[in-house]
């Protein structure tokens, strides 16, 4: 009787054990994986800032000015036609941004080809590199 009574105390505690065991590497999990975010949001900024020739300061206050002037855009539209205007008008203008960002990565990429002189390349190996790793441990961390 006693020796169940101790098997069963032995394996309430080991449960208990393991149980507290999984909940803590679950909320390291966790941590990691929004840390390993976070980093990657970073290099992702400071990435833009230099694709944009700012540094990460001056990238951060034209993103506040264009977020500031689609909030006037939008206070000033009267009906929700308005609103859908002043949207694809952002949206549009965000993707001409990216097509300009792409052609300047293209053409730094065909330089050599035409003899041109090369550009300075605005996003060093070392920094591409980072995101890679970055990249990889988001993908590690988040399973």
Not at 7 to 32: F, K, N, P
Request: glycine fraction near 4%.
């Amino acid at each position: 009787m006693i020796g169940t009574v101790i098997t069963l105390a032995l394996m309430g505690v080991t449960t208990h054990g393991y149980m507290q065991w999984r909940a803590d590497e679950s909320a390291r999990r966790d941590t990691v994986c929004k840390t390993a975010q976070q980093h990657m949001e970073t290099l992702e900024i400071r990435t833009r800032a230099m694709a944009a020739g700012l540094s990460v300061d001056d990238y951060a206050e034209a993103e506040k000015a264009q977020v500031g002037k689609l909030v006037s855009a939008l206070d000033t539209a009267k009906n929700d036609a308005e609103v859908e205007a002043v949207i694809d008008a952002h949206a549009a203008e965000l993707q001409a941004q990216d097509a300009a960002t792409d052609a300047e990565l293209k053409d730094q990429r065909t330089q050599q080809f035409l003899e041109q002189t090369p550009k300075k390349q605005l996003i060093p190996a070392d920094i591409k590199q980072e995101i890679e790793r970055a990249e990889k441990a988001v993908a590690e961390a988040c399973l």
